[in-house]
């Protein structure tokens, strides 16, 4: 199904889907990406490499939901000194 909705590449199914997976695996959206460009990442991280058998992009999968589910800490930048 998410190989269709990257096929068709709609805006509102593409937000509609990442929104769903990003709250399965509990994410928030990054304004860095775009919707599709998620789904794109998550589609391949998925699949795994390609040719390789089935137990290994299952292991792959596997590593990608992890890594998606785990909370990233938050950057800040320091506060820069402003010229009068």
Do not use: C, N, W
Not at 49 to 68: F, T
Not at 73 to 82: D, G, K, Q
Request: net charge positive; charged share 35%.
């Amino acid at each position: 199904m998410l190989e269709e909705v990257l096929r068709r590449y709609e805006p509102r199914t593409l937000a509609a889907v990442a929104e769903r997976i990003r709250s399965k695996i509990g994410r928030g959206a990054d304004p860095r990406f775009s919707d599709g460009a998620f789904l794109d990442a998550y589609y391949v991280a998925l699949r795994g490499p390609a040719g390789a058998p089935d137990a290994v992009r299952q292991a792959a999968a596997r590593q990608v939901r992890h890594r998606l589910s785990r909370p990233r800490p938050i950057r800040r930048e320091p506060a820069r000194a402003r010229d009068a």
